[in-house]
């Protein structure tokens, strides 16, 4: 088995310069070949070394099973050829390096000439990406314009005819006090030039789509009706829920179950509050009412480092092993954050003593309730992905791609669970945080109705919508930016409420 973990690691090296670059005690100074060619080959070596693993007799049967799962992902997304489509709205191409920018720490000669290299290398990653989006404009596998429109945002966010005003320059900006001036000076007027380049991608990205591409988006809502559409569902079901065994359309009538559940735990409280009006009308309240919603961005980051602080209090009551390194609480990046989720994690990485980080959105104040941190918080940094990912990489003994594996059932699964958590420690203190917690569960169900509904049954945008309207307290940008999220990432919203169900039921046992 070591050995094949062995030509595993090579094979992910090969595919990955991030991966490559970390073996060899280097920074990344490039991105990976997404060309047919290349995916082709690649999958080649995947089902050799898939094979090689599923005959070979071992009791490590969990390094066997993570192994074959991995590799017939990638067999699969190259023979569902799904890099015609490589954006999913608020994630992509595009957005990548956005978030290098954002972890990117110049603290030698070597560091800055690597950035400028991968810098220098967008033209040609960006160019792949585009040639991929124009056979799928061959085929008729397109994207709708909703998550196209996010994406095109995220481009034209980063088009300056200032390079030293870009975010992609960001990590010239902050090197070290005792670095060579003649070498600081020489890596700041490369760096122009690099950024310069990278930019130049964009500007190009932008006028194929908006040339050639965003003409003939598609018109379903889903990729129900695309050429292979449904294959291509199943394959993300699969892979998402992590072969839990749902059908489709099992998926959408638990979603369905759920749901009920859910609206009578939230119908209590308002019971409980002797709210004067139904169930519509305490939704409107709380999406209307000046109280539950920060007045300034500082005050919603306040608020939002402040519930951290009280999760972090309560970890040591309810875990026995917790991460050595912490995580950062900052503002989603302003060139992104219009059409980006509500909050994300962002890992860090041990190796290089990097923290992980919490985003947190502050565009629209108005649609980002207050009554929604304890849930958001506990999902997101502690005890949910912080813990989940932070202690994976952190294991001592184990091979790189156990500490990086991301099954997405077991890692939103446990966000959720991570929330219950916050529930069960009387994180949400008022019936109004109660019910923010409930809204976001609710949420949650939602997503298995309206991913199905989308995906499987050719709904319409306004009927993956009315669920999470008529069900739950989310604010309504963050439904729109939600269902165009499901529209562009095919069944990745089923495993949330997978995965979570599975954990409750093993706590139980």
């Given at each position: 088995?070591?050995?094949?973990?062995?030509?595993?690691?090579?094979?992910?090296?090969?595919?990955?310069?991030?991966?490559?670059?970390?073996?060899?005690?280097?920074?990344?100074?490039?991105?990976?070949?997404?060309?047919?060619?290349?995916?082709?080959?690649?999958?080649?070596?995947?089902?050799?070394?898939?094979?090689?693993?599923?005959?070979?007799?071992?009791?490590?049967?969990?390094?066997?099973?993570?192994?074959?799962?991995?590799?017939?992902?990638?067999?699969?997304?190259?023979?569902?050829?799904?890099?015609?489509?490589?954006?999913?709205?608020?994630?992509?191409?595009?957005?990548?390096?956005?978030?290098?920018?954002?972890?990117?720490?110049?603290?030698?000669?070597?560091?800055?000439?690597?950035?400028?290299?991968?810098?220098?290398?967008?033209?040609?990653?960006?160019?792949?990406?585009?040639?991929?989006?124009?056979?799928?404009?061959?085929?008729?596998?397109?994207?709708?314009?909703?998550?196209?429109?996010?994406?095109?945002?995220?481009?034209?966010?980063?088009?300056?005819?200032?390079?030293?005003?870009?975010?992609?320059?960001?990590?010239?900006?902050?090197?070290?006090d005792d670095m060579d001036p003649a070498v600081a000076s020489r890596l700041k007027t490369d760096g122009l030039t690099a950024v310069a380049n990278a930019i130049s991608a964009y500007r190009r990205a932008l006028a194929f789509i908006e040339t050639d591409y965003a003409p003939h988006t598609r018109d379903g809502a889903g990729i129900a009706n695309l050429p292979g559409g449904k294959a291509v569902y199943a394959a993300a079901i699969e892979h998402h829920t992590a072969g839990a065994g749902y059908s489709p359309e099992e998926?959408?009538?638990?979603?369905?179950?759920?749901?009920?559940?859910?609206?009578?735990?939230?119908?209590?409280?308002?019971?409980?509050?002797?709210?004067?009006?139904?169930?519509?009308?305490?939704?409107?309240?709380?999406?209307?009412?000046?109280?539950?919603?920060?007045?300034?961005?500082?005050?919603?980051?306040?608020?939002?480092?402040?519930?951290?602080?009280?999760?972090?209090?309560?970890?040591?009551?309810?875990?026995?092993?917790?991460?050595?390194?912490?995580?950062?609480?900052?503002?989603?990046?302003?060139?992104?954050?219009?059409?980006?989720?509500?909050?994300?994690?962002?890992?860090?990485?041990?190796?290089?003593?990097?923290?992980?980080?919490?985003?947190?959105?502050?565009?629209?104040?108005?649609?980002?309730?207050?009554?929604?941190?304890?849930?958001?918080?506990?999902?997101?940094?502690?005890?949910?992905?912080?813990?989940?990912?932070?202690?994976?990489?952190?294991?001592?003994?184990?091979?790189?791609?156990?500490?990086?594996?991301?099954?997405?059932?077991?890692?939103?699964?446990?966000?959720?669970?991570?929330?219950?958590?916050?529930?069960?420690?009387?994180?949400?203190?008022?019936?109004?945080?109660?019910?923010?917690?409930?809204?976001?569960?609710?949420?949650?169900?939602?997503?298995?109705?309206?991913?199905?509904?989308?995906?499987?049954?050719?709904?319409?945008?306004?009927?993956?919508?009315?669920?999470?309207?008529?069900?739950?307290?989310?604010?309504?940008?963050?439904?729109?930016?939600?269902?165009?999220?499901?529209?562009?990432?095919?069944?990745?919203?089923?495993?949330?409420?997978?995965?979570?169900?599975?954990?409750?039921?093993?706590?139980?046992?």
């Amino acid at each position: 088995m070591d050995d094949l973990i062995g030509e595993y690691e090579a094979y992910v090296r090969d595919a990955s310069p991030e991966e490559a670059a970390r073996a060899a005690g280097e920074a990344a100074s490039g991105w990976g070949n997404v060309a047919p060619e290349a995916v082709a080959d690649r999958a080649a070596k995947a089902a050799a070394l898939r094979d090689a693993i599923a005959a070979l007799e071992t009791e490590r049967t969990t390094d066997q099973a993570i192994l074959k799962r991995l590799l017939t992902t990638d067999i699969d997304n190259a023979r569902l050829d799904t890099a015609r489509i490589p954006f999913t709205g608020d994630w992509g191409f595009q957005a990548e390096p956005v978030f290098a920018a954002m972890q990117t720490r110049i603290t030698s000669e070597a560091e800055g000439d690597a950035w400028i290299a991968r810098l220098n290398d967008v033209p040609r990653y960006f160019a792949e990406n585009v040639a991929n989006m124009r056979r799928g404009l061959a085929t008729g596998w397109v994207a709708h314009a909703d998550p196209l429109g996010v994406m095109t945002d995220q481009i034209r966010e980063q088009i300056s005819d200032d390079p030293s005003a870009s975010g992609l320059y960001a990590p010239f900006r902050n090197l070290p006090d005792d670095m060579d001036p003649a070498v600081a000076s020489r890596l700041k007027t490369d760096g122009l030039t690099a950024v310069a380049n990278a930019i130049s991608a964009y500007r190009r990205a932008l006028a194929f789509i908006e040339t050639d591409y965003a003409p003939h988006t598609r018109d379903g809502a889903g990729i129900a009706n695309l050429p292979g559409g449904k294959a291509v569902y199943a394959a993300a079901i699969e892979h998402h829920t992590a072969g839990a065994g749902y059908s489709p359309e099992e998926i959408h009538e638990l979603g369905l179950s759920e749901v009920a559940r859910i609206r009578g735990e939230m119908e209590a409280i308002l019971q409980e509050i002797h709210f004067e009006g139904d169930f519509q009308d305490f939704l409107v309240f709380l999406r209307t009412d000046p109280a539950f919603y920060a007045k300034t961005p500082d005050e919603l980051m306040g608020r939002a480092k402040a519930v951290a602080a009280k999760l972090d209090a309560i970890l040591p009551d309810y875990f026995g092993k917790l991460p050595e390194h912490g995580y950062n609480v900052e503002p989603v990046p302003a060139a992104i954050a219009p059409g980006y989720t509500s909050a994300r994690y962002v890992q860090g990485d041990p190796e290089e003593d990097r923290p992980g980080t919490y985003l947190v959105n502050t565009y629209a104040l108005d649609q980002r309730p207050l009554y929604e941190l304890p849930a958001l918080s506990a999902h997101e940094a502690v005890p949910g992905h912080h813990l989940q990912i932070m202690l994976a990489m952190e294991m001592k003994g184990q091979p790189r791609f156990r500490q990086q594996y991301y099954a997405t059932a077991f890692g939103e699964g446990w966000g959720l669970y991570a929330e219950h958590i916050a529930m069960e420690a009387g994180l949400n203190e008022t019936p109004y945080e109660r019910f923010g917690g409930l809204s976001m569960e609710m949420w949650r169900a939602c997503r298995l109705v309206a991913d199905t509904g989308l995906h499987l049954y050719g709904w319409t945008r306004e009927e993956a919508e009315e669920c999470f309207n008529e069900n739950s307290a989310l604010a309504p940008l963050n439904i729109r930016n939600e269902v165009t999220r499901y529209m562009g990432w095919p069944g990745q919203a089923t495993a949330y409420k997978i995965g979570e169900l599975k954990i409750l039921d093993l706590r139980h046992q």
